[in-house]
């Protein structure tokens, strides 16, 4: 048994690995200001509701708890809002990041497991990206994805005992099967969350960025990757790094790929509605596709994936969507 401080816990991913560990005998302490993320999410674990930024907090909680390890999803995810707000994400995810690190290193926290994301890669050559792939990130939030990635492996390089997990999330989308989390996140860009959204009548319509790519029906390709299983990677990662593994970054994704009118007619066959779709020009920086090579996960973590099935992502995006 561990005891695991998760910061973010409250969020959409956050909270699914919070409701996966809860069925463990690790301990959990979910710290978070809950300033995307719900009470009601923490479906296990105890919260404290505080802000990254509110170091001395922290400090106390890190100080008294004696924590095994930690899970760091909090942070500032919306890739438009960095590019005009640029700072909000070097504040949020880097300099945060960084105080939480220098804590962990003071107090003796050396498992450390982060969220990262494919946006390190930016427009990668051919599309399919394996972890070597060079990272060229074109926004600011994946610069400050790529940053911690960066003072991570320095860390791991300085301190002997410091190892971490860096996962890079492709589209992550689904609710739990158990139906008890979900996304609930604001101003989300999620495909599969606006086309649900657009078929329940809280959209009037859905945007497609673009017709004329080089893919089988001129729309992106993207991996989606089920919510659960992505949390089985965190778990699997934890018990990876508690059993002594060596630092590593993994790619999460399932290595293929559905364009976006494939999506949307899984959601349309879902969801029983036509609803309206717009084809809008393409978004700067937006690949055509952007798909995981993933066997390196299964291979250092025996990650398993169970859900690799669009249509049952989007049935429980869909049905949590509905319940909201
Ligand atoms: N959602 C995706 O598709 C995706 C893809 C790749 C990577 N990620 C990464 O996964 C992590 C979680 O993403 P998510 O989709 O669950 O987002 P989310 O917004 O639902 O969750 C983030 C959580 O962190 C909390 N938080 C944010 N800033 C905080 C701060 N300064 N102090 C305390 N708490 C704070 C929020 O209240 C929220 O509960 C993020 O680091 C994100 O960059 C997400």
Redo the contacts with the bound molecule.
């Keep these: 048994m561990a005891k695991i401080l998760i ?2 816990g ?5 909270s699914h690995i919070v409701n996966l560990l809860g069925s463990s005998d690790h301990e959990m302490i979910i ?7 719900r009470r009601a999410s923490v479906v296990a674990g105890k919260l404290i509701v ?4 509110d170091i001395e907090k922290l400090e106390d909680l890190i100080e008294k708890e004696n924590f095994d390890a930690c899970i760091h ?5 919306i890739v438009p809002e960095s590019v005009t707000n640029p700072l909000k994400y070097y504040n ?1 995810n880097t300099q ?1 990041t960084l105080d939480l690190l220098n804590l962990c290193t003071e107090y003796g926290i050396n498992k450390f497991i982060f ?3 494919a946006a390190v890669y930016g427009e990668p050559e051919g599309g399919v990206c394996t972890e070597e792939t060079p990272q060229n990130p074109i926004n600011p939030y994946g610069r400050t ?1 790529l940053m911690t990635e960066w003072m991570l492996q320095d860390i791991a390089a300085a301190h002997k005992d410091f190892e971490f997990i860096v996962l890079r ?1 492709f ?2 989308a689904g609710g739990s099967i158990d139906g008890k989390v979900g996304q609930c ?1 604001p101003l989300s860009t ?1 495909l599969i969350k606006l086309a649900c959204e657009a078929a329940l009548g809280k959209r009037e319509k859905l945007s497609i960025y673009g017709n004329d790519y080089e893919t089988r029906d001129g729309t992106c390709i993207r991996d989606y990757i089920h919510t659960d299983d992505l949390a089985q990677a965190h778990v699997d990662g934890l018990t990876y790094l508690l059993n002594g593994g060596k630092s590593e970054i993994l790619n999460c994704g399932y290595g293929d790929g559905f364009t976006v009118q494939e999506v949307v007619d899984v959601v349309k066959k879902v969801s029983g509605v036509d609803f309206t779709t717009e084809i809008v020009g393409r978004r700067a920086g937006d690949p055509g596709m952007l798909i995981s090579k993933a066997d390196k996960i299964g291979k250092v973590l025996g990650w398993k994936p169970k859900h690799n099935d669009l249509e049952l992502i989007v049935k429980t995006a869909y049905e949590w969507e509905k319940n909201l």
């Design positions: 910061t973010g409250a969020g959409y991913i956050g710290y978070d200001d809950l300033s995307t993320g505080g802000e990254l930024e999803f909090a942070g500032s995810i949020n945060n969220s990262s994301t994805k999330y589209n992550v996140s999620h």
